[in-house]
């Protein structure tokens, strides 16, 4: 059975070619066809050996993600809904900052995290992404983006699916994204988003990449968090932060926590309060995040008052904090929302 070309990763093609007696320095001019001229077809690699072209055609296919529909917001962000192989579909999203493009990928068909918040756990998790999918994602999105001489500079994993409950895939995605002969975004362009997978944390710490790594927060205790967020259920705050603080001392890197605004739940005095606790003498930050509604679920987001109030309080209280800019506020924005309203019809 053909392979698919994007689940390889350098060294796997390096091996390919050996394997083959095809001599090693091909291996660079493939990776810049697919990633950074980005041509569906091995017939375009103009300065390949044709007897390499045909082999190649053998044994591997260039797919693409097929495009079911997309909405655009007024402020540019524009939310993809794609069809995979087998029929399950996914959302990636584009959004346009000041500091340049960004995309936020899927990471699983679905979500077992079941967060109570949340649109993508509407859809239990079907299967977890490969690699190729992932990287797809990524130049799909630089593929539109060439059409208007722009560049995709930016990433984050936080659409729908659990990264870490997908570790390997998503790290082999990554590295060829970032790959110097490839896509080439910097690892430090790179953000990971995770619910709080404890092992994973420690895991990723001994890893030696340089991503970013964002923790979705939420609560500022146990029980609150409990009620949130399932996973809160296997691993304490105590553990998480635990965890957190090896990640920290081990690379040295500042931490985002994100944090869900939600209007009477967790915009309280007393969370203010628990936040600075948890965070002292963390090389971190909380970034507020407002929340988008999504029909299925009873909260509402904390109002523009009580977000700049939190805001404060927390400033008062020595946290180190942002406020992130809403976007894609007039489509189905909130993660797995698009698809969720799409499978209604
Ligand atoms: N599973 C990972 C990554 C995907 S979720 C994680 O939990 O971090 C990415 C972020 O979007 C998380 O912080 C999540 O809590 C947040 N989120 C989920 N639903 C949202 C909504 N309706 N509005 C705003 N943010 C949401």
């Not at 060439?146 to 699916?161: A, C, I, P």
């Not at 553990?239 to 931490?255: D, G, V």
């Not at 299925?296 to 020595?318: C, H, P, Q, V, W």
Request: glycine share 6%; with cysteine.
């Amino acid at each position: 059975m053909k392979q698919v070309v994007y689940d390889l990763n350098f060294d796997d093609l390096k091996e390919y070619l050996e394997k083959n007696g095809i001599k090693a320095f091909h291996g660079k001019q493939i990776f810049k066809w697919l990633y950074e001229k980005r041509v569906k077809s091995f017939d375009l690699m103009s300065d390949l050996p044709i007897k390499l072209r045909e082999k190649l055609e053998e044994d591997f296919i260039i797919p693409s993600l097929e495009l079911v529909t997309k909405q655009v917001s007024s402020d540019g962000t524009t939310k993809y809904l794609f069809k995979l192989e087998d029929g399950a579909l996914i959302e990636s999203v584009l959004m346009v900052f000041d500091y340049g493009n960004s995309a936020c990928l899927s990471t699983q068909v679905g979500c077992n995290m079941g967060c109570s918040f949340c649109a993508s756990g509407l859809l239990k998790k079907q299967r977890n992404l490969s690699v190729g999918e992932i990287v797809l994602q990524v130049l799909q999105i630089q593929i539109y983006l060439d059409e208007k001489g722009e560049r995709l500079g930016n990433l984050v994993l936080m659409g729908t699916g659990e990264p870490f409950d997908n570790y390997d895939n998503v790290m082999k995605a990554l590295a060829i994204i970032n790959h110097p002969f490839a896509l080439e975004i910097g690892a430090r362009h790179i953000s990971i988003s995770t619910c709080g997978l404890v092992p994973m944390i420690y895991r990723f710490a001994d890893e030696g990449v340089q991503y970013n790594l964002a923790i979705s927060l939420h609560a500022s205790n146990d029980e609150l968090r409990k009620e949130l967020m399932p996973v809160a259920k296997a691993y304490s705050l105590k553990e998480l932060f635990a965890a957190i603080k090896y990640y920290s001392e081990k690379n040295n890197r500042r931490i985002t926590f994100e944090y869900l605004l939600l209007n009477d739940v967790n915009d309280q005095t007393k969370n203010a309060d628990e936040l600075k606790e948890l965070l002292h003498g963390l090389n971190a930050y909380i970034n507020l995040i407002p929340y988008n509604t999504v029909k299925e679920k009873d909260y509402s987001s904390s109002g523009e008052r009580a977000t700049l109030n939190f805001y404060d309080m927390l400033k008062k209280r020595g946290v180190a904090v942002t406020l992130r800019q809403k976007k894609g506020d007039d489509i189905d924005a909130a993660c797995g929302q698009l698809r969720a309203n799409y499978n209604k019809g």
